[in-house]
């Protein structure tokens, strides 16, 4: 696939103000990594550059020092991408920062969904800044820190040196609820590797499939077994936890499907449900079809791919999992397990 060779790696990040999004992005700009990133910032002075780092500028690009630049959003992110990629020497990769309160959804769709920008970049991950000490209020007091977070594909958890061990676990447990399979990375001072957050392949399902089998596994169950009792207390768990952020996540599972039932379920249900599906990911088994089938959504949109046989011994089953708002569980599995073969 040459293509995707020629296309540029592009990271999404969201997070609070204050959650430490500026220090992370000076670190890129700044730093000696060896790679020319591109980042893009909506507010140029909230980043607050040392001007001994920017070699040159011409108003709106400013490079730095370390082969990286930086620019503003004027308007169009697509604009702005195609004037990058127009520049002589292109860059390993594009990092585009949404302000604090975006709602990461139509940055990302833009990557996901448009035709031109999709011939030069990829969406490869979205990353959320969640700041350790203050999300259990954000989650209490605003929609958009869970949004970030259900649509994160990793999430930096930052600020973990301000919280008790026992708080950062319970920190954790609400992540895990709103996106059971977003990479969790804890941090101080933003002080992330790059490589955890740059060039994942993240949002590529296929490509985080085979990096983690299990990455769609409920509440990623592979890693620590419940006894039954604690099952069900987690179960309450999840419902007191809806009351505050509205967003959680609902995983399915099921046989072998029937394409000619599958398929139109799947269109009804996005476009009916479509604003309260903020990500949708699954492995189908399609009836009578050797391989894998990989979907994965952002609101309506929706895309699917074959991505490898089934291999021996593997189980052959299908997993879907929604993440949403006042998503209907019970209606969402019964009509799933009628689409079966």
């Not at 550059?49 to 503003?72: A, K, P, Q, R």
């Not at 009804?268 to 990989?294: F, N």
Request: glycine letters at 6%; proline letters at 3%; hydrophobic letters at 35%.
């Amino acid at each position: 696939m040459s293509d995707a060779q020629a296309q540029i790696p592009v990271t999404v990040l969201t997070g609070y103000l204050g959650s430490g999004k500026t220090t992370l992005l000076n670190r890129i700009l700044s730093e000696d990594h060896g790679k020319r990133y591109a980042v893009i910032v909506n507010e140029f002075g909230e980043i607050g550059i040392d001007n001994d780092l920017i070699v040159e500028s011409d108003e709106e690009i400013y490079e730095m020092n370390n082969g990286c630049i930086c620019c503003t959003v004027r308007g169009d992110l697509i604009r702005t991408v195609e004037t990058l990629m127009r520049r002589p020497g292109r860059f390993d990769a594009i990092l585009v920062e949404t302000t604090g309160l975006a709602d990461p959804a139509p940055v990302a769709q833009t990557f996901f969904m448009d035709d031109d920008v999709r011939a030069k970049t990829r969406l490869d991950a979205v990353v959320a800044l969640v700041d350790a000490k203050h999300l259990p209020l954000r989650l209490k007091d605003s929609r958009e820190a869970a949004d970030q977070i259900a649509f994160a594909d990793v999430v930096v958890l930052n600020k973990t040196d301000l919280v008790s061990e026992d708080e950062l676990r319970q920190v954790e447990a609400s992540i895990r609820r709103i996106n059971p399979s977003a990479r969790i990375h804890r941090t101080e001072r933003s002080a992330v590797n790059l490589t955890d957050v740059l060039d994942r392949g993240a949002f590529d399902l296929k490509r985080a499939l085979d990096n983690d089998p299990h990455f769609l596994d409920n509440d990623h169950d592979h890693e620590h077994s419940h006894d039954h009792d604690d099952h069900d207390h987690h179960h309450d768990h999840a419902h007191s936890h809806i009351e505050e952020s509205g967003v959680r996540s609902i995983s399915l599972r099921g046989g072998d499907m029937d394409p000619k039932k599958f398929f139109p379920w799947l269109e009804k249900t996005t476009q009916m449900d479509g604003p309260s599906i903020l990500r949708l990911k699954g492995i189908i088994a399609i009836k009578d079809d050797p391989e894998r089938y990989v979907v994965q959504g952002v609101h309506m949109i929706i895309e699917g791919d074959h991505q490898r046989a089934w291999k021996d011994g593997e189980r052959r089953e299908s997993r879907l999992v929604f993440i949403g708002r006042e998503l209907d569980e019970e209606r969402l599995r019964r009509t799933f397990e009628a689409c079966q073969a």
